[in-house]
């Protein structure tokens, strides 16, 4: 019998109104996991090349790991992927909350959805049993009163749900969808495939987690987890403040992202920053399934505001940067309206904050004016423009009908020489980490297949810089020395990217969290893995799954048409340096990017057009990828 998993992935075929089972056995789990490596399988294997985003004929795939709802901190994720209507790329979307493990408990390990209902409707999926049931009173309906009447429609308060409200339905192209009203996955547009679908919501009910091979062994890492945690550097921080930490640390180096990234040293940032936040807010707290970090803040807010901490969460780090610093604004109370329209509407906020700086740049520099937005003067640091902003793109309504299309598509239709003031890799607006000050994170915007992907790259590079526990976590992957900041360009930090980000593929593909993550050692991680599915595996094999995945990704965007020319970043940090604080003057130079690109295709195992070699896919047992059309 399978341990960890169930065997079973759910097809649901909405054009006809049918759903049926497929099995895999213990080789297929081992080869591919979950998460992001089986999305990218179904997309390479069944779907067409060149489907537009918004047809019938993409596939969203709604994936676990093989470690999703076992009972140890950081396994209550999921994955979802499509073909992205914001890049045109391959995209996986991480999301916590509970969900995920619902649906393992519920008796499948996936579920791969193709074709188009001919009217609203919402998947019920409850203990191996599956309906396609009307969702018509339900479209239009904002997340939290959609989740209310399902759960009163089918009579349990228990019922968890993935959801999409009217911005995904009226697909914003960075629409994403919402497990349990708090948790997103959030890039690159999967709500707006979702909503091309008519499928509103997935609601699950399991009661039959599946056996764990040695259910000791993982109730003793879940034990070490908890009484080691608040002693981790990172993990400890996200236990006390959650995601807010490094507004003013970031400020203070030069790097905050400010004003549409033209800035890195932001006057309002101690607004920004944990500590004010948390006296403003209170400190109420959340969290994902069996995890004890509780990251999750919750929040309140009276006139003018009205934010209710209710039904979604308080702002995180990203929303609270891409609406705050990136558009000049420190009102704390106007960022988390923007977070309750975004939760409400199910819009990525990293893209909606960006998109809107883009356009108070362009209105800045006199390339938009008040005839172009309908009368809406999009001023750096309005926190009132800016939550008009935000409603007229969740609605399509008005100049938020171009911006809901993002910050490239919106810059090609707007024209006027603004393409170079969309801050965005292969189409998806950049995260809140900027290259000025983590050079190496925009060799990873530029490389990774979903584009400007904050997550699976090296989000903390400054734990390489110097000896301690954050190089010690990746010392197993032969990460020894220390690395320099500023050489992001060097053989040897190149390697670094390689193997951090494909070895967080791979947590991603066991749908592990990538924060709580950092609390493991890879040894650990793998002992986890033996512990849940019985396996002998070990860090290698495990590490081999994330390459693999990277490798799947790369043969999908080269199937659909990108090129090397898309591995690349805004001309902006090549060629604009900062204009105060301690960074002024620096940028990335663009040689050494290229030749830092140049050493990750050798290392690999792609020619010089960054394809993968047929050689490479058959040490990795993929050779089955070459042959796709």
Known sequence: MPYGYNGKILRVNLSQGKTSVEEHDEDFYRRYLGGATLISYY???????????????????F?????TGAPVGGSGRNAVGAKSPLTNAFTSSEVGGYWGAELKHAGFDAIVIEGKANKPVYLWIQDGKVEIKDATHLWGKPTAETQELIRKELGDSLIRTALIGPG?????????IVNDLRHFAGRNGMGAVMGSKNLKGIAVRGHNPPAMADPKAVSAMAKWFRDNMKAHPFV????????????????????LVTRNFQEGVFAGVDKLGAKYYMETFGSGRETCYACPVRCKHTVKVGEPYNVTSEYYHGPEYETNLAFGSCCGIDNLGAIAKANELCSAYTVDSISCGVTIAFAMECFQRGLLTEKDT?????????????LKAVEMICKREGFGDILAEGCLRAARKIGRGTEQYAMQAKGSEIPMHGPYVKPVIGLGYALNPCGADHVRNILFPHILDKPGAGLDQFKPLGLLEPLPREDFGSPLRVRAYMYVTNWLTTVDSLSMCIFTSQGYQPAQIAEITRAVTGWGTSVWELMKVGERCMNMMRAFNIREGFTRQDDRIPDRFHYQSLPAGPLKGFTLNKEKFEKAIDTYYKMMGWDEKGIPQREKLQELGIEWVAEQP
């Open 43 to 61: 997309l390479l294997k069944e779907q067409k090349p060149k489907v537009d985003s918004f047809a019938p004929e993409n596939k969203l795939v």
């Open 63 to 67: 994936a676990t790991g093989v470690v």
């Open 168 to 176: 995904a339905e009226k697909l914003v192209r960075f629409a994403c």
């Open 236 to 255: 400890g921080e996200y236990h006390e403040i959650g995601t807010l930490g490094g507004p003013e640390s970031y400020s203070k180096a030069g790097g």
């Open 374 to 386: 309908g009368g809406l003067k999009l001023e750096f640091g309005d926190a009132e423009a800016m």
